[in-house]
């Protein structure tokens, strides 16, 4: 049974991944769902406060996309960029620790929002307008928490999997 919780939280985590792409339904539901799984199977370990503190994070992105209207939630320009910076950025900050790891997915996302701004599709957000921060606000922020849940579980089992 360990073995198919962890394999389930394993294939939740990537799903998030796809959903943050493709908002079907927030990315950050089967992130966090993905990472109860991982603790249930017995095989990771996660400090219940950082349980709760993503929990309330994920309850807190999933409250902002309710409140944003259809159109923008459903929106998918420029998510590939966000979502790919913020994986880079969240694996090189990964390298020195847990706040440059979320540090780095933010700034990963901003990166690639800016980059899908100067495509000709992003042009009508326009760099560093009102337009492009609440672009970056409604879109960026969901990702860089799921960015931030994947890899605290890549960081938690590399921490308890690294003497092995």
């Excluded at 990315?27 to 603790?39: D, F, N, S």
């Excluded at 309330?56 to 998510?79: D, E, F, N, Y």
């Amino acid at each position: 049974m360990d073995v198919v919780l962890l394999i389930s939280g394993i294939l939740f985590m990537l799903s998030s991944l796809y959903f943050c792409v493709r908002p079907h339904i927030p990315a950050v539901i089967p992130a966090y769902g993905g990472l109860w799984l991982l603790q249930w199977s017995g095989m990771m370990a996660f400090p219940s406060v950082m349980m709760s503190y993503w929990g309330i994070m994920a309850v807190v992105v999933i409250i902002i996309v309710s409140m944003l209207p259809q159109p923008v939630v459903k929106a998918t320009q420029g998510m590939a960029h966000i979502t790919v910076g913020a994986v880079a950025g969240m694996l090189i900050g990964a390298t020195i620790g847990y706040a440059p790891m979320i540090v780095g997915a933010f700034a990963g996302a901003f990166a690639g929002c800016m980059v899908f701004v100067r495509t000709p599709k992003g042009k009508a957000l326009g760099l560093l307008t009102s337009r492009f921060v609440q672009y970056f606000c409604a879109k960026g922020l969901p990702v860089v928490v799921t960015v931030s849940i994947l890899g605290i579980a890549i960081e938690v089992a590399a921490v308890q999997y690294s003497n092995v």
